[in-house]
C-alpha cells in the first residue's frame, strides 16, 4: 500500500534537498503551465469585471448568478441552521486561534539610535483583504477561521471573502461556510470560485471592491492565480496538495502514526505522505494497520490513491538522518513521534507547522491548536510562513530626529552621497545644517 525507499547508511550530510531531489515523493503540480492558462482568465476580468467573472462561474461552475454578493439573509440562515456543536466548536477555534494570532503582534518599541535620533517600527494593517475559502471535495468551514481571524487581529478594517457556488445549495456556497463567515461577523460573501474570484478581489468590479491583500488555499489554478496577480495585491503562500512527514522511532504507536497518514491522505487524491523511521519493526508494523485502517476509512479510495501514488516510508539509520530527510523534503505538516520531540523539533529548519509528541496530531492543529493550518506546501516552507497576522499588515518605520543628531550624521552623508555621486541628497541635509563655513550644498 505504501512504497518504501532504504536510506540506510547514508551520513546526514548526504541527504540534502539535492541529494535526494527525485528520490521523495511529491505530487507534480505545474503552477507555472497552470499560470499560462490562467493569466487570460485575469486579464479578461480585468477588463470587463463582473460580466467575466458572471461568465466564468457559468464555464467553471455551471451557475449562473446576476451578482456574486451573497444576501445577508442567507449568511443569517445559515448561521441559524448550523448544528450547535459544530458551532460551539467553531466558537472555541476562533477564541484559541485570536490568542496564538494575537501573541504575533509586535510591540512598538522605538529604538534609540543616538542621542536624538529614534526609530519606531510600527505594524500598519492593510486596509482590505480578501479571503479565498475553496469548495473542492469538501467543505472547509475551519479555513473560514484560519484566514479571517488573523486578519482581524492584525486590525484589517475590511474582510472580504469568497467561496464557489454550487448548484446543491441554491448557487451560494456550502451553507457551513456561510456560517462560520455569519459567526465572525463577516456579511460581505461572494459566490465564486477559482481564479476568477481572486481575479475579481486584486482588479475589483462592481460586486466588490479591490482589496489589498489576497490569503487562503485552492487548487493549483487558484495558487497559479496569486503568481500571476502578485504585484497587483498581497498574497499568502501558494499552497498545493497537501502533505505531511513524521518521524517516528521505536517507541511510536503504528496505529497513532498509521491514523495520521490516513488523515492526511483523506483530503485529497494528490496528498504526500511520507513516514521517515529509524525502526524496520515500527514500518511493519504501520503497514499492518494500515492495511486494516483503510478500509475501514470512509474516504478509502482518495486514501488508497494518495498512499499509492506519492507517499513512502523512509527508513533511515538515527534521527539525526530522520531529520535531514525531512530538511530535504520541507513538509507542510512535521509530526515527531519519537523520543524527547520537543527537542527535536527545536532542531527542525524546514517545516510549515511541527506538531511534536504522540498526543499532537495534525488533526488537532487543523482545527484547535490555535496555530494556522494554511501552511506551505511543496516544499516551499524552506523560504515560506503559514499564514500569520503578517500578510494582513506593513512594517513602517517611523523616523524621529532632532537637529543635534541631524548634525552629527551631516558629515557622513555628505562622505555617502558624494560617493553615490547624490548632490541634492546631501545637500537636503546641509539646507537645515550648513557647514561651518556656512555652504548648505557641495
Not at 484547535?368 to 516552507?381: C, D, I, K, Q
Request: net charge negative; glycine share 8%; with cysteine.
Amino acid at each position: 500500500m505504501i512504497s518504501r525507499i532504504d536510506l540506510r547508511g547514508r551520513e546526514p550530510g548526504q541527504l540534502s534537498r539535492t541529494a535526494l531531489a527525485g528520490v521523495l515523493p511529491r505530487a507534480a503540480t505545474d503552477v507555472e503551465a497552470a499560470a499560462t492558462l490562467i493569466r487570460p482568465v485575469c486579464d479578461d476580468i480585468r477588463r470587463r469585471g463582473a460580466q467575466a467573472v458572471r461568465e466564468y462561474t457559468v464555464r467553471f461552475d455551471h451557475v449562473d448568478l446576476e451578482t456574486t454578493r451573497v444576501p445577508p439573509t442567507a449568511l443569517d440562515a445559515a448561521l441559524a441552521a448550523l448544528d450547535p456543536a459544530v458551532r460551539q466548536a467553531l466558537t472555541e477555534a476562533a477564541r484559541r486561534t485570536t490568542a496564538v494570532h494575537q501573541a504575533q503582534l509586535p510591540a512598538e518599541n522605538p529604538t534609540q539610535v543616538t542621542d536624538g535620533l529614534t526609530v519606531t517600527g510600527r505594524f500598519v494593517p492593510v486596509q482590505r483583504a480578501g479571503v479565498y475559502v475553496p469548495g473542492g471535495l469538501v467543505a472547509y468551514p475551519s479555513s473560514v477561521v484560519m484566514n479571517i481571524v488573523p486578519a482581524q487581529v492584525a486590525g484589517v478594517g475590511a474582510i472580504a471573502v469568497a467561496s464557489p457556488p454550487q448548484a446543491g445549495h441554491g448557487g451560494l456556497p456550502h451553507p457551513s461556510v456561510l456560517a462560520a463567515c455569519a459567526l465572525l461577523g463577516i456579511r460581505e460573501v461572494h459566490a465564486v470560485g477559482g481564479a476568477q474570484a481572486l481575479a475579481m478581489f486584486a482588479y475589483g468590479t462592481d460586486d466588490c471592491a479591490p482589496v489589498d491583500v489576497i490569503t487562503g488555499p485552492g487548487n493549483v489554478y487558484v495558487a497559479a492565480a496569486k503568481r500571476v496577480l502578485r504585484g497587483v495585491v498581497g498574497t499568502d503562500g501558494e499552497n498545493g496538495p497537501t502533505e505531511v512527514a513524521i518521524i517516528a522511532d521505536d517507541t511510536a504507536d503504528p496505529a497513532f502514526v498509521a491514523a495520521d497518514l490516513i488523515a492526511q491522505a483523506e483530503h485529497d487524491a494528490l496528498a504526500a505522505c511520507l513516514l521517515i523511521t529509524t525502526d524496520q519493526n515500527l514500518a511493519d508494523r504501520v503497514d499492518q494497520e494500515l492495511r486494516q485502517q483503510v478500509p475501514a476509512t470512509r474516504h478509502r479510495t482518495r486514501v488508497q490513491e494518495a498512499l499509492h501514488n506519492q507517499s513512502a516510508t523512509v527508513l533511515v539509520d538515527d534521527l539525526d538522518a530522520a531529520l535531514a530527510v525531512s530538511d530535504a523534503w520541507a513538509p507542510e505538516h512535521l509530526e515527531i513521534q519519537a523520543r524527547d520531540p520537543a527537542k527535536l523539533a527545536a532542531r527542525v529548519v524546514n517545516a510549515g507547522a511541527v506538531f511534536a509528541g504522540p498526543y499532537a496530531p495534525v488533526s488537532l492543529g487543523d482545527y484547535l491548536a490555535g496555530s494556522n493550518h494554511v501552511l506551505p506546501t511543496g516544499g516551499t516552507a524552506r523560504h515560506t510562513s503559514g499564514l500569520s497576522v503578517w500578510p494582513f499588515g506593513r512594517l513602517v518605520n517611523v523616523v524621529e530626529c532632532d537637529a543635534a543628531a541631524l548634525s552629527a550624521a551631516a558629515p557622513l552623508i555628505d562622505a555617502l552621497g558624494g560617493a553615490e555621486d547624490l548632490a541634492a541628497h546631501v545637500n537636503a541635509v546641509r539646507v537645515r545644517v550648513p557647514r561651518h563655513d556656512g555652504t548648505a550644498g557641495q
